[in-house]
């Protein structure tokens, strides 16, 4: 009876410690699969910094031979009476913000927006005419975010959406879009545009140029 005793003791003292060792090397298996893991996320994160870096400086470049087309069209047309340009600050973010508004001969003007934001939500607004000796019109969008969203939206003199875009983190966003107006649809495109920039907590920049002749 004493020895049945002893070696149901020693079962039962074997059956915990095989238990024990299969959990210690479970656990151990759960933290080198957790450490690979975050391991794994550290890299995907540096690798997307790495990305937006990238696409940042692209985004700079294209803004900065953006602006070298702009002088030198106004360089080109310096000699156009009644041209003026009228640079002057947009939106509630101070540094990289700025509107530019130019205006050549009576059928010919320009509008650019431009800002950046770190963070912010703000929404605001604007108006530009479109008159009636004008044939084309063209619009133009490119913008990237880091974080939350920046929405674009250009109405028509009556008020419906001519175009509305938001731009995310999703991707970096290049639009742009021509049109002839003829006599039958000029009702339709001639008098006062209006156009409504939003964002939301927005980590990025845009540019916004409607152009018409």
Known sequence: MKKTGILRITSTFLVLLMAGFVLQ?????????????????????????????????????????????YEEQARRSSGVR??????????????????????GQESQSQLT??????????NSSGEFEVDENTTQFRLTANGKVRHGEISLKVLYPGGKVFKALTINSSAEISFSQSLTINDEEKKKYIGTWKYEVSTKTAEGSYMLSIMTH
């Open 113 to 122: 927006l431009r800002n950046s934001f770190n963070g912010e939500t703000v």
């Open 82 to 103: 009644n041209r003026a340009f009228v640079y002057a600050p947009y939106g509630e973010s101070e540094e990289g913000s700025y509107l530019i508004s130019s205006y």
């Open 25 to 69: 090397a479970q656990a151990q298996t759960s933290q080198e699969t957790q450490k690979k893991q975050k391991q794994e996320q550290e890299a995907k994160m540096k690798e997307m910094e790495m990305k937006l870096k990238k696409q940042q400086l692209e985004q700079e470049h294209k803004m900065v031979e953006l602006e070298r087309v």
